[in-house]
């Protein structure tokens, strides 16, 4: 299934959770790795430290895996809602924020 999600993200948390996405530690996880790096580098910042994206996924509940592993460091608040395809929605680039956040 196809999900749209919405999540605050934790700020102070942010520098370990850029390293983590850019380092292979995510990307090289099983079985879900991969998916999540291109989830946040569709995600966008749709409100003061809330990020949306879409995302497949075919375990119940809901990103069970991905959650359990990766996004329940580093986000909060996370809803999912069963959506018919990817959206793409306004605002800056999750990634393009992490990278100007890492670069001070």
Same mark, same amino acid.
């Given at each position: 299934? $196809? %999900?749209? $999600?919405?999540?605050?993200?934790?700020e102070e948390k942010m520098g370990e959770f850029y390293q983590k996405l850019t380092d292979g530690t995510i990307q090289n996880q099983k079985p879900d790795g991969q998916e999540i790096v291109d989830s946040m580098k569709r995600a966008k910042i749709t409100e003061p430290n809330v990020i949306q994206w879409s995302e497949?996924?075919?375990?119940?509940?809901? !990103?069970?895996?991905?959650?359990e592993t990766? %996004?329940? %460091?580093f986000?909060?608040? !996370?809803k999912? #809602?069963? $959506? #018919?395809?990817y959206v793409e929605y306004e605002g800056e680039f999750f990634m393009d924020? !992490?990278?100007k956040q890492n670069k001070e």
């Open positions: 299934m $196809i %999900y749209s $999600i919405k999540a605050r993200y934790i497949t996924c075919f375990c119940s509940p809901p !990103l069970k895996h991905e959650r990766v %996004y329940n %460091y986000l909060t608040n !996370l999912t #809602d069963v $959506i #018919d395809e924020f !992490l990278v």
